[in-house]
């Protein structure tokens, strides 16, 4: 941080203090810490309690240094640099200091470190071996404590490892403002617990594995499956949601076994990774990976060769143009897909004259837009409005720079509309356009947007006090998209234009028998799609569908050809975040045997078809054009979502949206089997007493159209408006859009049988 | 000719040599009906030990195949289970391969093994005809059950040794001075792991005491 200054900007230097380390003198701004100020001259300083995310706590102080004039031996990380400060950070002296800490911190330490997670990359073992005395003096048995506490689904803490360098509990209480985790006891006996009793459960748990400067918290997912020397390391970019954060995959025998955060990545992560990002990797290595191409015969489902896979799809596309010319095709996916292969869908689609294309398969209308801003426009607005479902649950990592803007740096935080923002720091939750003006006052400031895409009844008129902002005002807008690359698909031709349809009416033409051919591409509109009756009617109607996935899907069912793709660890490319950036990703294990990329399928279909796509060389410079450009206002198909009161005691259903929800990539990985979200109901406590339901209880919910879904659990939370039920979306076992498009739906207390 | 006369002498003190040796004790044996001692500290086949209640010493701790100058050896560590603990501690090795094809037989393995687990034997028959036998997993490195020695450290009741720097400990619970009977070689391995006792200090009463 100190380092970015420029020295020679006439008004920083007025702010820089002159200061000398280990006899080299450095510059840096007023305020600096002496551990920051000595990274400048690439002298490390041992910390186990400082983080230059987290800040000081003057816990361990392991980062004892000798500073002239001061009698005793100093602690680095929280001392403030001064003019004239001489700073000796090795001497005698110093590594004493140092040794004398260490013996301290090995008193009780097991030293299991062969069977420790962290042995090979702990900061305790590589300190110990600089400075440590190499033998103990301890005479006594060491304290003994728990060595497994199950501290929640992911998380496993050993306490006897543990040296209260909290950490855990600052990342907590900090970053993701949930103070759930505190120290307990005192002294010997401190133990790292959650603040409740209950289980550590956050959708940011991984990071106080990588933060634990020792092998007391580790993942339940990677313990004991390997050492840190035999990982073959690469770093790529996230693709289970459109933040795209930097991150580092381990991979070891062609299994990915975890991914990592990158310190480094300030502009997109912060060096935080959300726990679907972490955790989510077990689904490359399932058993149930589609190998081979699927073609159904008579009801049942028949390996084929891919050479005939692809002969038959390209003929189909023939017949098709052939018979009822380019309106009786279609293609439906993208944002799964990586920059290149969305490209190219759209361009060997279009290039046959194909304008039924869509990225689009759940609620969203649009999501590649004008505005570029990013995570650190975001964090330095003054005021931030979210409107719709809520960031932390579509974008998780860009939620924690909602909480660092408000809690740090004093932004303000209002949602608008169904939902609140839920982020842990205080905000103004309104539903009417007085509120909302009033809650945005006459001087915003910069002001920040967040909308998850999803026009909904009532919206222009709620969000009409944007309009009576300051002239002057600077609005980022970011809209959250639904997939991951959503926002390149989008940019890059997967979009219906001119007279082309969209997924929705796509699925009505199908169902009319307008439509002979059908590729969906890497998505699952049966699980996504808002009205799943259309979706499995248009499928069924379909005379050839064809499905890449990995898995055997909830869509995939319905198709007459599958075919087996690889995963976005098994191929390299591009993403679009949703700040519209073109990120890398980098494959780092090979797919299985006889599985193929979408973007080779589309070039071999493409040779079938005669089709001339662009050279692999020229398509990076094609992507990054076309996601630069901003699109031209355009009449888009869109959905909105009805917010009218339902009929006659009935509930209004709002979509809830979780992390941990979705029928692909999450509900083939059987390791985190445990984090799959519970579908519930939230009500508001008036609707909560109408119906006599109390938090967690089971309720079954049925639908207007007939259909029920059951077993979901109550939740009674005031932000949700009376006269309606907030349920969670893109649950498989029990699936929103069963209830169909704007369903009216009664809870049924489930009775409690004996 | 007087010079071709000075030959023949030459000839008779080269040829003494000769036959000098057929009257010795002939040094080949007729292997393998007839087998050799080996050297005491001989590094061959690798065995992997057991304590005496039959669990398993491995932990699963990798330090042998980052130890191991070929990379020969592959281990896979997983979690014990209270069910079916394999291990004392939290980890065992859910999979130990060796490739004695690329093994050298330097013995690292053996020093780097923070509990004794790994050992090379002195057997050295291991000719076949498939390259994958050489590869020796668990199934063949792992002695029988009956054949574990020393007590295992003691083990609290949530599954961990009580003292952990026992676990590390683990070299005095063989009698080394008796050998041990571990394997069903023992009897060469009495005879033969005497070396062992090179590295061993003397304690006051004249037995082995802890390895250093």
Not at chain 1, 13 to 41: F, M, N, Q, Y
Request: charged fraction near 25%.
């Amino acid at each position: 941080m100190s380092a970015a200054v420029p020295q020679t900007d006439p008004a920083s230097h007025a702010e820089l203090v002159t200061l000398s380390i280990d006899g080299v003198e450095v510059r840096v701004p007023k305020g600096t810490l002496l551990v920051e100020a000595a990274k400048t001259i690439h002298t490390d300083i041992p910390v186990y309690c400082y983080h230059e995310k987290l800040g000081p706590a003057g816990l361990c102080r392991i980062c004892l240094v000798e500073i002239d004039g001061m009698p005793k031996l100093q602690i680095a990380c929280n001392t403030v640099v001064a003019d004239g400060m001489k700073v000796h950070t090795r001497n005698p002296r110093v590594d004493d200091g140092r040794r004398a800490i260490l013996e301290f911190f090995l008193l009780n330490h097991p030293l299991d470190c062969p069977i420790c997670d962290k042995g090979g990359e702990c900061d305790l073992q590589d300190y110990a071996m600089a400075w440590g005395s190499g033998s103990s003096r301890m005479i006594d048995p060491k304290t003994s404590k728990p060595k497994a506490v199950d501290l929640g689904p992911t998380i496993v803490l050993d306490e006897e490892r543990c040296i209260v360098c909290q950490r855990c509990v600052r990342f907590d209480q900090i970053i993701t403002r949930e103070e759930s985790l505190r120290t307990e006891d005192r002294a010997v006996q401190t133990i790292i617990a959650t603040a409740t009793g209950k289980p550590y459960v956050s959708d940011f748990t991984g990071n106080v594995t990588e933060l634990c400067p020792v092998g007391a918290l580790t993942s339940k997912t990677y313990r004991f499956r390997s050492r840190p020397w035999d990982n073959h390391r690469t770093t790529t970019s996230c693709t289970q949601c459109s933040v795209g954060c930097r991150m580092h995959v381990d991979e070891r025998g062609n299994t990915v076994l975890r991914t990592m955060s990158v310190p480094e990545d300030d502009a997109l992560s912060d060096s935080w990774l959300c726990d679907r990002g972490r955790y989510n990797v077990g689904f490359v290595n399932d058993e149930r990976r589609l190998t081979m191409p699927l073609l159904k015969q008579d009801g049942a489902w028949v390996q084929i060769d891919w050479a005939d896979a692809l002969d038959l799809w390209a003929e189909k596309i023939k017949a098709a143009l052939a018979a009822g010319g380019p309106e009786r095709i279609g293609a439906i996916g993208g944002g799964r897909l990586l920059n290149e292969e969305a490209l190219l869908a759209a361009h060997l689609h279009r290039a046959l004259g194909v304008e039924n294309l869509d990225h689009r398969i759940g609620t969203q209308t649009l999501v590649h837009h004008g505005s570029f801003a990013n995570h650190v426009d975001l964090e330095n607005a003054n005021t931030i409005i979210t409107l719709g479902r809520p960031p932390s649950q579509l974008a998780p990592v860009l939620d924690l720079r909602i909480r660092k803007a408000v809690s740090r740096n004093g932004a303000r935080l209002i949602s608008a509309g169904d939902y609140a923002a839920d982020s842990f720091v205080p905000e103004t939750h309104v539903t009417t356009p007085a509120g909302l003006k009033d809650a945005i006052g006459a001087n915003p400031g910069r002001v920040a947007m967040i909308w998850d895409g999803v026009f909904f009844e009532g919206g222009p008129e709620l969000t009409a006090a944007m309009h009576d902002l300051p002239a002057a005002t600077r609005v980022d807008r970011y809209v959250l998209p639904e997939t991951p690359n959503g926002r390149g698909a989008e940019a890059l031709g997967m979009i219906p234009r001119g007279a082309g349809l969209g997924t929705g009416a796509m699925f009505a033409a199908a169902r009319d028998g307008k439509l002979d051919v059908l590729s969906i591409l890497g998505a699952n509109p049966v699980l996504r799609y808002p009205d799943r009756a259309l979706a499995e009617d248009g499928l069924r109607a379909t005379p050839f569908v064809v499905v890449t996935d990995l898995f055997l899907t909830e869509t995939a069912e319905f198709a007459n050809l599958v075919l087996p793709v690889c995963s976005a660890f098994e191929k390299s490319g591009t993403t679009t975040d949703l700040a519209g950036d073109v990120l890398p990703v980098v494959g780092s294990v090979r797919p299985p045997d006889g599985v193929l990329a979408d973007g080779d399928l589309l070039v071999e279909l493409a040779e079938r078809l005669g089709v001339t796509l662009p050279m692999p060389d020229e398509l990076e410079a094609k992507v990054r054009e076309l996601v630069k450009t901003p699109p031209a206002d355009g009449a888009v198909p869109a959905y909105v979502r009805a917010t009218a009161a339902a009929p006659g005691g009935a509930l209004r259903v709002i979509a809830d949206a979780a992390i941990f929800t979705g029928g692909g990539t999450l509900a083939f990985d059987t390791a985190i089997r445990e984090l799959h979200a519970r579908p519930h109901a939230r009500i508001n406590p008036a609707t909560a007493r109408a119906l006599a339901l109390a938090d967690g209880d089971p309720v079954n919910v049925a639908g207007d159209n007939g259909t029920t879904l059951y077993d979901l659990v109550v939740r009674v939370d005031e932000r949700v408006a009376e006269g309606a039920v907030a349920l969670l979306d893109g649950v498989v076992r029990a699936p929103l859009n069963a209830l169909g498009r704007a369903p009216a739906v009664r809870l049924e207390k489930v009775p409690v049988t004996a | 000719m007087r010079k071709n006369l000075f030959n023949v002498g030459a000839l008779v003190r080269g040829m003494s040599t000769t036959f000098s040796y057929m009257f010795k004790k002939k040094p080949t044996v007729e292997y393998p009906s007839v087998k050799k001692q080996h050297a005491p500290r001989f590094h061959g086949l690798h065995e992997l030990r057991r304590y005496a209640d039959g669990k398993e010493r491995c932990i699963g701790c990798e330090l042998c195949a980052i130890a191991c100058p070929a990379n020969a050896i592959t281990v896979i560590g997983a979690e014990n289970s209270p069910e079916d603990r394999r291990s004392p501690g939290e980890r065992f090795a859910a999979r130990y391969e060796i490739d004695e094809l690329r093994c050298i037989f330097c013995g690292l393995c053996e020093e780097a093994c923070p509990t004794d687990a790994i050992v090379l034997t002195p057997r050295f028959e291991m000719a076949d005809y498939r390259r994958g036998a050489f590869v020796y997993a668990k199934d063949r490195l792992l002695v029988p059950p009956e054949a574990g020695v020393g007590t295992p450290p003691d083990e609290r009741p949530n599954g961990i040794p009580a003292d952990l720097g026992g676990v590390f400990r683990a070299k005095d619970t063989v009698d080394i001075a008796e050998g041990y009977d571990a394997t069903h070689r023992g009897h060469i391995l009495k005879t033969q792991r005497r070396g062992l006792t090179l590295r061993q200090a003397k304690g006051d009463d004249g037995r082995p005491g802890e390895i250093e």
